[in-house]
């Protein structure tokens, strides 16, 4: 059963978070007590201006009204991928989905909300991030077609070449 809602998943079609992730922001802000609408009022707005966007070179995540805050990672760059969710999520059928990279904070780079099928959400993810590091090691073992990818070789070859050139004419042996 699990392969069949994974064969109809399409992160593409992500746009915006479920409605549900509304009524959980709710349900947060309640349990502040009586700072119910400082904690609702932002959370609101960040439900009302999140956007996702899934594309061929990574994921997109903007959100915010007066501060708008928008990451992109390419799926190269992200280390490991969390499923985390407390008890309101699951009795909601929510989960978050954080995505870590190698930037050495402890958080991480992008927590997506408001997704139902989490799990597939996840196993796309795992096999994009495994996609884009296998063309990376397949190309890896190939000599660079990319001249700015030699640069650093060239140079240091440069760099041996005129140490070994002013040794040679201080009359020291290399």
């Known amino acids: 059963m699990a392969t069949n809602t994974e064969f109809h998943f399409d992160p593409k079609s992500i746009k915006r978070p479920v409605e549900s992730l509304a009524r959980y922001y709710g349900l947060v802000s309640l349990l502040s007590g009586p700072f119910f609408p400082f904690a ?39 280390q490991d991928i969390h499923l985390t969710q407390n008890i309101l999520q699951r009795w909601m059928g929510l989960a978050t989905v954080a995505i870590q990279t190698a930037s050495g904070s402890a958080g991480p780079e992008m927590s997506i909300e408001g997704v139902l099928q989490a799990d597939a959400l996840r196993d796309y993810l795992y096999r994009q991030m495994r996609g884009a590091r296998g063309e990376k090691e397949a190309t890896s073992h190939e000599p660079a077609q990319d001249a700015s990818a030699d640069e650093p070789l060239v140079l240091l070859r440069e760099i041996r070449d005129l140490l070994k050139a002013r040794s040679l004419s201080e009359g020291r042996p290399s």
Do not use: A, C
Not at 50 to 62: H, I, K, P
Not at 67 to 74: A, C, W
């Open 40 to 78: 609702f009022v932002p959370l609101y707005l960040k439900y009302m201006t999140l956007r996702y966007q899934f594309d061929e070179s990574g994921v997109s995540m903007s959100w915010g009204i007066l501060f708008k805050r928008e990451i992109h990672l390419t799926y190269r760059r992200i």
